[in-house]
């Protein structure tokens, strides 16, 4: 992948327009936040980047090749719970990679379930993990592929705040060791802030890129209690129309 | 106490108070000659019935109220699983294909609601024979319900499931098989415990008027040649207990890995 260019615009469907004409560039191993207020079409315009929704006008390209539907090559990680309750977390994590040989999945599916910390619950069930396992699952299924990209959508949105901070570390970890493309829809400030080398801050519907705001200043590890972190924060918190004293 | 104790002695407790009452209420009339033949049976006296019917062996080897039983089970299963086989792909089509659903569900429903006991006078007419008339009336009172079930569990399939598939690459018959069928088993089960419950009260409706053996035809005989109540109470008695039997065999199922998960409680 030689910078994946993603151009989006489009007219406005006859009813509701959700993303009006968004322009937006992505480069090779880049994490990039998309940010917003709930409900202002961040969802849907990474579901269009996915394939999974039909683009209406404009076109989202990677490595200049169209989007025309799913592929491996790029995987999304859904808020809800994707993974298949009625699969073994084992079963769930090789689930991509069927065609491969039985030695290569067993070596691919151990080393993710190492690499989120699973070792142990091979055998169990979604059902009788916590809701950070079970999103450390969907995770390792979506890296055990292999994609270029991986689509994050509000991933950790579901789980209680000290959680998320943790798998938000442990995603950063993964993110350097890996060497993806990462584009990670969230609506929380902090979040953003903590992830992403840059932040795209969208308007409410119908979404428009309000503006970017380049992070790639903070070095990772990130240092929440830092000044820079805080400005930062702050200045994203601008961005959005909120303030900063509650 | 242990958990386990305490979830015996509830239902048994209020078992023999009401076997206890019973016996109050049938006891005073059991020695009126006036009354005898219409009288309710006392407790005791069904306990006599179950023996009676355990002993005797009308021109067969196994007892009566054995030999019916295994007639009646037989005829729910043979019906129920022809039901399974067609109701369950079926199903399954009109889920995922939205053309099937369309073009077959009105057919279904108007079916749906017809009471299986309406079907008693075609299956007299269109069989001789006792089983094939008694199967057949299981397969169309069990058919409708699995069929809807299957359809409605392929429908309510989260979006999320089928995107992640899409995403692997996973299609047709390998995402049918890894994910459309483990995703809609269990309320496909649900159905089916449902339907085994319309087959097992239908079946003994269909031997009392069509049928020349099990159950159904047990309470018949025991009114229209002995005319003792006893009997007919002890048949009951048993017909409650084979379908709690019957039950307990599906939800066995309930408790699959694979398909567990749809009923644990909902956080």
Known sequence: MRGAQKTFSEPGKPAIEV???????????????????????????LNMCAGFESIDGGTIAIDGEPVMGPDPRRVFVFQEYAIFPWMSVWDNIAFGLQGRSDAQRHEIARHYIELVGLEGFERAYPRELSG???????????????????????????????????????????????????LFVTHDIDEATQLGQRVVVMSARPARI??????????????????E??????????EMGVSTRV | MSSRWKKVIAPVAVAAVLVALWHLLTYGAANEPAIAKTRFPTPWEVVLGFKHLLTTRPGEKAPQLVSSTV?????????????????????????????????????????????????????????????????????????????????AAVQNIPQVYIRSAANFGCDGWSLFKKVVLPASLPQILTGLRLALGVGWIVIVAAEMIAVRSGLGRLIQDARDATGRLDLIVATMITIGAIGIGLDALVRRLENVDQIKWGYAKRG
Request: proline content about 6%.
């Open chain 1, 19 to 45: 993303l009006s004409g968004v322009d937006l560039d992505v480069a090779e191993h880049e994490f990039v936040c998309l940010l917003g207020p709930s409900g202002c079409g961040k969802s849907t315009l």
């Open chain 1, 132 to 182: 950070g396992m079970k999103q450390r699952v969907g995770v390792a299924r979506a890296l055990a592929v292999n994609p270029d990209i991986l689509y994050m959508d509000e991933p950790f949105g579901a789980l209680d705040s000290l959680t998320r901070l943790n798998l938000r570390s442990q995603l950063i970890q993964i993110w350097r060791r890996e060497k993806k493309t990462i």
């Open chain 1, 210 to 227: 309000k503006t970017i705001v380049d992070l790639s200043g903070l070095a990772y590890p990130r240092d929440i209690d830092s000044a």
């Open chain 1, 229 to 238: 972190y805080i400005q930062a924060r702050d200045r994203l918190f601008e």
């Open chain 2, 71 to 151: 007639a009646s089970v037989f005829r729910v299963m043979a019906g129920f699983n022809l039901a399974m086989l067609l109701g369950i792909p079926l199903g399954l089509l009109m889920g995922w294909y939205a053309g099937t659903y369309r073009a077959l569900n009105p057919l279904v429903q108007l079916l749906r609601p017809i009471s299986p006991i309406a079907w008693i006078p075609i299956a007299i007419l269109m069989f001789k024979n006792d089983e094939p008339r008694s199967i057949f009336l299981i397969f169309v009172s069990t058919i409708f319900p699995i069929t809807t079930a299957a359809a």
